[in-house]
């Protein structure tokens, strides 16, 4: 069974060599490996031809500009085999990757395969942040919003029926899962095929990817799916409001409602104090749920 394996790159160059490396060390080596930098300015795409002169089985084309669902596309059309194994740069792939999410593509009946990710963290920050976005096995298999294409491969006759990544810069896959439920594809869920998923470095870049995140939702309509997260939006806006006209009318209950995120939080906090066995988890709780959450409403808010 020949597999080409393909990727979306834009500036990865602190990262680029070590998943890289990850994709060279498969114990079951892809076809061919595709890859499609979306026009980076840091070194990626210079660094990614070394590699495709001294591996004839990896290709690198640019195409500036190009969303993730777009540049998905393009590798994708460029792509010889039926089977098509998707993944993401910043992410390092076990050494049995890959056998893993194409071994189910033997049985009958099976036309996507999803597999897990799990956190890579070399910080405390990094850690507390993967304990609360990454979700276990059993989540991800339940959602399409949970399944990821840094962990999947699917029948190109599936990614033709259905017209393709959606052309977003984020949020893709989620609407990409969601076509292919619905237009009849049978999901098949590999437990042992594992992608390590950087996490992000700072709050900064929390806020940016949870921000992306929400635009991506929006654009793709995919929020009106998340009952939760179209809940919580609307009770963001509805505890604004409140707060605001508290403001004018009552101090005490001004004072009242301020102290209710402190203590959802700090509750957020706790909790993850629990799962970890650490202290240190109630503040890293604290400040990672009230920053992805606030980035979260205002991406879908706001962002364009």
Known sequence: MKVSLITTVLNEKDTIDEFMKSVIGQTKKPDEFIIVDGGSTDGTYEILKKYSKKYKWIKVFQE???????????????????????TDAGCILDRNWLKEITRPFTKKDVDVVVGIYRPYYTNDFEYF?????????????????RMSSRSIAFKKVCWKKIGGYPNLRTGEDTLFNIILIKNGCKFYFAKNAIVYWRMRRNLKELFKQFYRYGVGDRKSKSIFKMKKNLLFIVGFWFYVFLLLFSFFVSLHLFLLLLVIPFLYFFTEGFKLAIKSRKISGILYGFIISLTKRIAYVLGVSFGK
């Open 64 to 86: 500036k500009g190009a969303s993730i669902g777009r540049g998905r596309n393009i590798a994708i059309e460029k792509s010889k085999n039926e089977i098509v194994a998707c």
């Open 129 to 145: 942040q993967g304990l609360i976005i990454v979700p276990p096995p059993e989540k991800i298999f339940k959602s399409p919003s």
